[in-house]
Structure formats: C-alpha cells, structure tokens
C-alpha cells in the first residue's frame, strides 16, 4: 500500500475512538435528564457534576482527536 | 484556499533582539500572535475589573454587579467542592478561569486563538499539577501515598486499584492540557472547514448548468456556520468552567485527603 494512503487511512481509523466518547457523553445527558424531569428541584445543583462527568469522558474523545492529528501531521 | 490548520501558525508581529540570561542561554524575546493574544485577554481581565471597582459602593451599580456575579460564582465553585478551606486557592482557580475564558472569546472575535496552542494550555495544565503537588505534599507529607490507597478497599483490591489510581493521576496533567487544546483546535477546524465549503460551493455554482444547485449546498454551510459559531460560544465557556471545576477537584483530593466533608 502506499505509505501516504495508509496514513490518512490510520488517522480515520484513529478518530473512531470518538464513538465511544460521544455514546459516554449521550448517556450522562440522558441520565441527568431523567433524573432532572423526575426532581426538577434538585437538577440545578447537579450541573457541576454533570459537566464535570462530560468533561471526563469527552477527555478521552479528544484523546483520539489529538492521535489523528499526530499521525496525520507528523 | 488557505488550509484549515493555517490559523493557528505562529508568526512574530515585533521582532525583539535575543537576550543573553546566564544560565539559560540565548532567550528570543520576540512577540508573536499568540503572546499577542495572551496580553490582550490579560489586559482585557485587568481593564474590566479596573472599571468595575472604580467606583465600588455598598449598593453595586449595573457594572459592580457583573463583576461580583462573576466573582461569587466562582467563589461558590470553590468553596462548594473544596469545602470552608477553598477560599485559600480561590484566587488561582479565579485567575485561571478568567484568563482561558477571555482567551477562548477572544480566539472567536480574533483570527487567532491562544488556547489553541498545546504549549498555552500545557503551561497551564504544568501550574496546575505543580499546585496540586506543593499542597499535597505540604499539607499531608508522606501520606500522600493515600491518593492512590483509597479507604475500605480490600487488599487484593488494591493490587488492581493501585496501580489504575497511580496510572489516572500520571494522566490528569495531559488530560487537562489535551481537553482545552483539542476542544478549541477541534471547534476552529470544523468552522473553517464549513466556511471554506461556502466559497468552494459558490465557486462551482458560478460554472452554471447543473452546478448552479451548489448555491443550495453553500446557504447550508453558510447556516452550518452560524449555528457552529453559536455552538463555539457555549463551548468556549464550557472549557473554561470545567478547567477551573477539574482545578478545584484536583486540589480537593489533596486538601482532604483521607477525611471527606
């Protein structure tokens, strides 16, 4: 294979991690929201740990974002 | 058409002449667009808070108001995670949220974005970690080993534990500096990618014939613009907070260590 075309080849494939970041950050929204329409009064205290969690777990989606960069530009 | 990484090259904007430091060598004290950049948002933070004391009253005018509302709301933050002793690190996590929030908004006003630089966020990853160290180590001395022994895992639990707690605290400095990096490099890629699809569409669209249905795709990139603009504005916020949230967790795992509140 042609060296060029397996690099762009492998910096798509790097960015796949990002399916299981953007199913992570789905499910924290999703769980928030549940529990936010059942106690909307206690939602708004939540928020940090909401956007702490999604934090997180985007941190890995990135990961991968980066890796693709790397192989692509390096 | 300029490539979509072609925003975030550095170029000096005032040559300077190199200085010798002993014993550090030969130092380039020339101003690029990102130091550019980072002095403007520092001037912007000292400016505005300058006009928003200026005439400090017991009653706060419109201005007074904004600046106290930013200030309890990190204050709240603080304290809220690190307990009655986050008022003692209140100031860093203060200064550190408002300089990535005015260097996010202004990378979306300028052409360029200081926080898009993995040398930027890094430095202030590096500040973070070494914070969180010089407290730990002199708040708890040697029973800083307890970050990575939590309380009430059996022992053949920890043989695992240990190590995977080691491991994920090795990566908060990377995770913190690759979080800021990628979420603003990321966001500006795809803004301009989307931008270069409207020139690129019109410019097909003005070859006529079938071509001219180009126009449709360009209007959709042009709302895709926006809307991601939009988005961008959120997320510029969003990455400040949860660096300041992430600073406030982190010093939080070492001011109460072994005890929580």
Redesign the interface.
Known sequence: MDPAAAKYIGAGLATLGMIGAGIGVGTIFSGFLQGATRNPSAAAGQF?NL??GA??T??LG??A??LG?LIL?S | MASPMHQFEIHPVLTLPTVNVPGLGAIDLSINNSILSMMIAASIIVAFFALVTARAAVVPGRLQVIGEGIFSYIDDLATGIIGHEGRSFFPYVFSVFLFILVMNFLGLFLVFTATSQLAVTATMAVMTILLVLIVGFARNGANMYKLFVPAGVPWYMLILVTPIEFISFLLRPVTLALRLFGNMLGGHVALKVFAGFVVSLCALAATGGIATLGYAGAALSLGGVVALTSLEFLVAFLQAFVFAVLTCVYLNDVVNLGHHH
Do not use: D, R
């Open positions: 940090t956007i702490l934090a997180l985007e941190a990135i990961l974002f980066v960069l530009f």
